[in-house]
């Protein structure tokens, strides 16, 4: 039989995915599962996202060919500019598809999750731009790193609610989401960020993250020798991934983050290092004791610092499909550096371990190589020039 | 005393208190299992504690996150179960993740051994439970118990009850656990509940504090279950068996 990549109708790629969620999420995730091909892949709905993706976000995002990097690597780089959508990642495509279809499911209230807090501006800007109620949780370890994206999310009407529980990063502001949706299943829907949670959410999300290599592949007219984007979850490495995943011919490869060192307890590489568990209501690769206890990931990147991984991931990962590997906060502080100086590019600290691994990689003059600049690196500004 | 029997026997409203193991001591369960039993308690359930408790709320966050420090592991709760003498029915509540870790059939083996009569999952789904999972279950005489709640519909609630082998546990609130927001609200789920004559017998959770929560969940189903009000009565006790004694006096006092 043919590999499949791609979700099967139990809501599982291979042994990972699924909906492990309690009875109480049962109808919400039940309606979500019954409709969202439906809706989303209607007409009127498509209409609607595509028209908002061009003049809201501003998409196509471009494809540049970054000269002086490709002539520093000996071969052909581009960069797919995610980092110039509105808002200044790809997390936009995600929260305005899903933003639509909660209009659909006649909900009014959105909850959301966020790491660096891309997402929740995302998500605080489809709010405003649809008039919707809008409640982010953010770890409060978090809240304090990425404090420009706070304001632009209390800016955009947006209330924030502090996690300090766990980890009081990205783990257990996804736990709270959760715990909110259980106490509010009627009114709300709960815009997830990344390609993880509960079937059909890692689909879902994809899907509206595949603009991305929709988009690479009008833009650029042979295949690329090689896409390269960074991990936490996964979205945008599944977006700049979708569809590329049955060509053979180009090499995907997916960075996490190493944090201090995947020898050391300081990192967030998941799939280097982790097992086969439930995190977040699916079956993925998840960082966890011999128990089963989560264990809590490190990374500079707050956009990376996850201890799961999006279970499409983890079936690409077995299947060997797309090359896994990953980078420290050293070598992707490095790379932002090293871009904004080449290219006048400032990068997201999570997009930054994407184009660190240009330094671990074989290169052949031949090879044309997309990095995915998810996201830009205004928010990391601080973290980025401490030792200027 | 099977599950089975303990319902088919039950004189008064069924008694049963939640608490986590590994809490507040590491050592505390055999402690904390003959007070319950003294007390005239009717069935436990004993939480393994996880990192990610989904469905729960700040108190038994805080008692599993404690739990974890303190040094519990699954391998440790069994322990600490073969070494207790209490003959009370005893049902194990926790979520799938550790389960998995340790080993489906591993962890049956180890719950028959021990005495368990149920495993409650809250996030391991019926349809996986079944596919991959109940012949294990069955293998070892383990019941699964499923939650329903005032957003189950009718039709999943009948399918639920068809695929209890012990009890239905009825969520009194579309909430996480330990929210106090009283029982009131509950009224006309719990009437339906009892209207459709379901095969199995309910028991009713979360939200439960007090005497009158406990009475009002007896007028509707066979019992209460009880856990963060319990594990905030115990969580700075100095006298365990008198603290225990005190608090199930407080639902149920003795004539």
């Known amino acids: ?388 | 005393m099977t599950l089975q029997e303990l319902f088919n026997n039950k004189k008064e409203a069924l008694l049963n208190i939640y608490f986590t193991a590994g809490f507040p001591k590491l050592n505390s369960m055999p402690q904390i299992l003959s007070a319950l039993e003294e007390a005239g308690v009717d069935m436990v359930e004993i939480g393994m504690p996880y990192s990610d408790p989904l469905s729960d709320g700040p108190t038994i966050q805080e008692s599993s996150a404690i739990a974890i420090k303190n040094g519990i592991t699954t391998d440790l709760i069994f322990q600490q179960l073969e070494k207790s003498t209490s003959k009370i029915p005893k049902i194990m509540m926790g979520y799938f993740n550790a389960v998995f870790q340790y080993g489906i059939e591993k962890f049956c083996e180890k719950c028959k051994k021990a005495g368990i009569a149920g495993v409650i999952l809250p996030d391991l789904p019926i349809n996986i439970y079944q596919e991959k999972y109940q012949a294990i279950f069955e293998q070892y005489g383990l019941s699964i118990i499923f939650l329903v709640t005032p957003e189950t519909s009718e039709e999943r609630i009948r399918y639920i009850d068809k695929c209890s082998t012990s009890f239905i546990y009825a969520v009194s609130s579309s909430s996480t656990t330990g929210k106090e927001t009283g029982m009131q609200a509950a009224k006309e789920y719990l009437n339906q509940l009892k209207k459709m004559n379901l095969n199995k017998p309910l028991m009713l959770g979360f939200n439960i504090s007090k005497k009158e929560d406990f009475d009002f969940a007896a007028t509707y189903t066979s019992g209460g279950i009880i856990g963060s009000a319990f594990i905030k009565h115990i969580k700075n006790s100095q006298n365990l068996p008198q603290d225990i004694k005190s608090f199930v006096q407080s639902i149920r006092p003795k004539n």
């Open chain 1, 1 to 388: 039989m043919k590999q499949t990549y791609q979700v099967n109708k139990n809501g599982f790629y291979g042994e990972y995915g699924g909906a492990f969620i309690p009875e109480m999420l049962y109808p919400n995730i039940k309606e979500l599962q019954e409709s969202y091909i439906a809706i989303t892949a209607s007409q009127e709905f498509q209409k609607e996202l595509k028209q908002l993706l061009h003049d809201y976000v501003g998409r196509p995002t471009p494809l540049y060919f970054a000269k002086r990097l490709s002539e520093h690597y000996g071969a052909a780089i581009y960069l797919k500019r995610e980092d110039l959508c509105h808002t200044g990642a790809h997390k936009i495509n995600n929260a305005l598809g899903q933003i639509l279809l909660a209009k659909k499911l006649n909900k009014t209230r959105i909850i959301a999750e966020t790491g660096a807090g891309q997402h929740g501006v995302a998500t605080a800007t489809a709010c405003a731009l649809m008039g919707m109620q809008c409640f982010v949780y953010m770890g409060a370890k978090d809240i304090k790193r990425q404090a420009p994206n706070v304001a632009r999310m209390k800016m955009l009407g947006a209330e924030i609610i502090p996690v300090n529980s766990g980890s009081k990063t990205l783990k257990d502001a996804t736990n709270e989401a959760i715990r909110d949706w259980i106490n509010n299943p009627k009114n709300t829907h709960y815009i997830i960020g990344s390609v993880v949670g509960p079937h059909p959410y890692p689909d879902m999300v994809a899907r509206f993250q595949s603009v991305i290599s929709e988009e690479i592949k009008k833009q650029l007219n042979e295949n690329p020798t090689h896409i390269i984007a960074c991990i936490g979850g996964g979205s945008n490495a599944i977006g700049a991934f979708y569809h590329y995943l049955y060509n053979e011919n180009v090499q995907l490869i997916g960075v996490e983050a190493a944090g201090k060192g995947i020898d050391t307890t300081d990192t967030a590489a998941t799939l280097a290092l982790g097992k086969q568990g439930v995190l977040h209501a699916c079956m993925t690769t998840l960082l966890q004791t011999a128990d089963g206890q989560v264990v809590e990931p490190y990374s500079i990147s707050a956009g990376l610092d996850y201890p799961g991984i999006g279970p499409q991931h983890a079936h690409l990962h077995k299947t060997e499909r797309v090359k896994y590997d990953n980078v420290t906060d050293k070598e992707a502080l490095d790379a932002a550096h090293f871009l904004s100086k080449t290219e006048g590019i400032i990068p997201a600290l999570e997009s930054a371990h994407a184009l660190a691994y240009l330094d671990k990689m074989q290169i052949e003059p031949t090879d044309k190589i997309i990095i995915n600049l998810s996201g830009r690196g205004d928010k990391d500004l601080e973290t980025l020039t401490k030792n200027l």
